[in-house]
């Protein structure tokens, strides 16, 4: 029993700080439009640890831990390779590009698109010989370009189950494949899409994930496969990438 509550009030007691800290910052992106939040995230370095702050943009660990990393750009360059010619492709939410360079030369042209102006002129410059066309937009309301993939790894999970709907609207028509990565918690109480307002803290600790295919979004698919899933001790749950492929 003893060991018991050892491993279990180290957890409960982190789960509660984390929820404590996302309330809190909730109140902070209150009447804020999508680029007023994302700027803020990014300014103040809310995804950032104190080794991690020394960088002028940091898109947190689901985008530098190699535990959480390394598997997803292994799985993705061989789905990327499995096509008679390399691929076109938007990347939403590319963030400081770290994952995106990584898969740059299994595609034809190559489109990373993120809501931070700043963020995206620093990557216009820090990747200028990949040729990638940065572009600061709105995924929920600016039109994006054409492409054959879309990839969409850990950003539905800041956004409001709104926003995500007019985010589902944006894309209807336009991409072959969505490749969605979410970090889901343990399946034994897990609820999918809990609502939440836009900012840096996700639905994780309310047990929730977003799913595309259940209430109250439903996405039409044609078929959907497993890419990867990707743990590690730095985290709880896991990172599950998922293959959707849509009607267009």
């Keep these: 029993m003893k060991k018991i509550l050892k491993f279990l009030i180290p957890k409960f007691i982190l789960r509660m700080k984390n929820k404590f800290i996302a309330s809190r910052t909730r109140k902070e992106f209150l009447n804020k439009s999508q680029k007023d ?3 803020m995230i990014y300014s103040k370095k809310m ?3 104190e080794k991690e702050k ?3 943009f940091y898109s947190g660990l689901g985008s530098h831990s190699e535990e959480l990393t390394n598997k997803y750009i292994i799985e993705l360059r061989n789905f990327l390779q499995s096509f008679p010619k390399k691929p076109n492709v938007v990347d939403l939410g590319c963030g400081d590009f770290a994952i995106g360079s990584k898969i740059r030369d299994k595609c034809d042209r190559y489109y990373g698109i993120d809501i931070v102006d700043e963020l995206i002129e620093e990557n216009k410059k820090k990747f200028r010989n990949l040729s990638v066309e940065f572009l600061s937009l709105d995924i929920t309301n600016d039109q994006l370009p054409s492409a054959d993939i879309c990839t969409v790894r850990l950003v539905l999970q800041h956004m409001s189950n709104e926003s995500i709907h007019k985010f589902i609207k944006n ?3 336009k991409y072959k494949f969505l490749i969605v990565t979410e970090h889901f918690p343990s399946p034994e109480k897990f609820v999918p899409n809990i609502n939440k307002p836009s900012g840096s803290d996700t639905r994780f600790y309310d047990n929730s994930a977003v799913d595309l295919n259940a209430p ?3 996405l039409k698919i044609i078929d959907m496969k497993d890419l990867c899933e990707c743990s590690s001790d730095l985290i709880e749950g896991s990172l599950k990438t998922k293959i959707l492929q849509l009607s267009i």
């Design 216 to 218: 109250p979004f439903n």
């Design 171 to 173: 894309i209807n028509n």
């Design 54 to 56: 020394k960088y002028k």
């Design 47 to 49: 995804w950032a640890g």
């Design 37 to 39: 939040i994302f700027k």
